[in-house]
């Protein structure tokens, strides 16, 4: 009962928001008429261009690099079988090498038509953004545009939109692979070599999910193409018989018009339908009260459902599980996988006021979610002899190397090794005798904590090469710093 009292409810919404959106195809607001569009400019589709032309190609590197890899996988395990079943393997792997190279000239073919069927990958903002594209060509003027440049641009659209449904459809046909090879294999005692196969999926799909979540989080310029598409009633209309969506569910002919609605129940009817099965449901209660208290408690379960599937790294079902501990940097832009930083240190002198103090900065590389390793450059300053006596000098540089180790929770294991030159100095010219440089030999431990967007940390290092260094030095170094 609950659940045919929820199906009316989403019949509810969903009636009363398309009679509220419903855009009549004989708006004819703008047509025959030139859009004017002062916020768009030549350098602007440029821009956009080189993004998707950019995506594109990234899609295709990484499409190619799984089916090669794929494809020697297969050859080796076929090796490997055919020692123990000849039969097996030629059935197996029968027309292997055929698979791949279709899927692989597929890649390097242009897209000429977008297939509506079967559908594995659709993007709707990348479809609403190419439609109002296309609607601007037809119906708009820009000063320094002609209307080629546009229609260069929804080609653009189109093709990387059609890439992304090749890559969905090469990450379906390897999924359906490794299931097929796991299925046979493990007969054989190989199931523990399709590890790398998974490896290769499972980041694979990372990948184009955080190409997805670019998309979905678009930049001020598409915002500002969809802002002007969105202003024009027509562009509702144009949206329902164009958009890549609508091939896969066309409107009918007579869609908006007085005629379509005509046998319609209107949002009361439907709404005191829902009123009355609810009074059997819930006697005595206050029913749309109860019908918007069940359909908070359908959200809450979607939003826990949908945060559930963005922790595994996707929103398909049919998701590749990773078999071993995934490293989310392995998915990223080199330029994302680096951190940079600064940290000071201070060594007290004989008055209340620290004698020098250490300030670094920072440099790193995330090589996983559990090791970063780095180099910096540091520099003395020295702050005087008293408070009386303040003044700031030169008291020293230093070259560093660093790697952090993730041991527990918060807590991660820190080495390292320096060079410090620890004399004053004027000029840059007395610092180049490296024979007069110390070396130190770091081992300790780092915290990691939260402040805002940044990550602060705390150091506590043992140098143990302080015994053999002169000048001597604190063998124990405390640092607070930031990384960003």
């Given at each position: 009962?609950h659940?045919?009292?929820f ?8 009636a ?8 009549f195809p004989g708006?004819?607001?703008v047509?025959g008429?030139?859009?004017s ?10 821009k956009?261009?080189?993004?998707y032309?950019?995506m594109?190609?990234?899609v295709?590197?990484?499409?190619m690099?799984?089916?090669?890899r ?14 123990k079943?000849?039969l097996?393997?030629k ?5 292997t090498?055929a698979r791949?190279e279709?899927l692989k000239?597929k890649?390097q ?7 509506p069927?079967p ?10 953004l ?8 037809q119906?708009?003027t820009?000063s320094d ?5 546009m229609?260069?641009?929804?080609q653009?659209?189109?093709?990387f ?6 890559a ?7 999924r ?5 090879l ?5 007969q054989?005692?190989m ?9 290769d999926?499972?980041?694979?799909q990372?990948?184009?999910?955080g ?8 930049d001020?310029?598409?915002e500002?193409?969809?802002?002007i598409?969105?202003q024009?009633?027509?562009f ?11 091939q896969?569910?066309p ?18 009817a439907v ?10 449901a819930?006697p ?10 069940q359909?908070?408690a359908?959200?809450?379960q ?5 945060n559930?599937v963005?922790?595994?790294g ?6 590749e599980?990773p078999?071993?501990?995934?490293n989310?940097?392995k998915t990223?832009?080199f330029?994302?996988r ?13 008055s209340f006021l ?6 670094a ?7 996983s979610?559990?090791?970063r ?9 020295g702050?005087g002899n ?7 000098s030169?008291q020293g540089?230093?070259l560093?190397s660093y ?7 918060s807590?991660w294991v820190t080495?390292g ?10 000029k ?6 490296l024979d007069?440089w110390?070396?130190?030999a770091?081992?300790g431990a780092?915290?990691?904590?939260k ?7 705390l150091?506590l290092?043992?140098d143990l090469?302080?015994?053999?260094q002169l000048?001597?030095v604190?063998?124990?170094k405390f640092?607070?710093?930031y990384?960003?």
């Open positions: 009962m659940r045919k009292l199906l009316l409810a989403i019949t509810f919404i969903a009363t928001n398309l009679y509220s959106r419903t855009v708006d004819t607001s047509v008429q030139s859009i569009i002062d916020r768009l400019n030549q350098k602007a589709l440029k956009l261009d080189e993004k032309g950019s594109e190609k990234a295709d590197r990484q499409s690099k799984l089916l090669n794929m494809e020697k996988q297969e050859m080796r395990l076929q090796k490997k079988l055919q020692l079943d000849s097996a393997a059935e197996l792997f029968a027309g090498r791949y279709a000239a890649l073919s242009p897209v000429t038509k977008l297939v069927r559908l594995q990958e659709y993007i709707p903002r990348l479809d609403s190419q439609t109002a594209i296309h609607f601007l060509g119906h708009g820009i545009i002609s209307s080629d440049k229609q260069m641009l929804n653009q659209l189109q093709q939109q059609g890439r992304m449904q090749q969905g459809e090469i990450q379906e046909f390897i359906q692979r490794e299931q097929q796991k299925g046979r294999l493990i054989y005692g199931g523990s070599q399709l590890l790398s196969i998974n490896k999926i499972y980041y694979y990372q990948r184009l999910a190409y997805k979540n670019v998309l979905e989080d678009p001020k310029l598409e500002t193409v969809l802002g598409a969105r024009f009633p027509a509702q209309s144009f949206l329902q018989r164009n958009s890549y969506l609508a896969l569910f409107m009918p002919s007579n869609y908006g018009t007085s005629q379509a609605i005509a046998r319609l129940q209107t949002g009361s709404g005191n339908r829902i009123a009355q099965q609810m009074g059997t819930n005595g209660g206050n029913s749309q009260q109860y019908l918007q208290q359909a908070q359908a959200q809450d979607l939003a826990q459902l949908k559930k963005e922790k595994l996707g929103s398909n079902s049919d998701m599980l078999q071993f501990e995934p989310s940097q990223k832009r330029m994302q680096l951190e940079y930083g600064f940290n000071i240190q201070s060594q007290q002198g004989s620290p004698a020098t103090s250490d300030v900065l920072t440099a790193g590389f995330k090589f979610d559990k090791i390793l780095g180099v910096g450059i540091a520099y003395k300053v702050w008293g408070w009386n006596h303040i003044a700031l030169n540089i230093g560093r790697v952090d180790i993730k041991a527990k929770g807590i080495g090794f320096e060079y410090n030159y620890q004399r004053e100095f004027e840059l010219a007395q610092i180049r005798n007069i110390q070396k130190s770091l081992i780092t915290k990691k904590y402040i805002g967007k940044k990550t602060a940390n150091q290092l043992y090469l302080a015994a053999y000048p001597r604190q063998a124990w640092r607070i710093g990384v960003f």
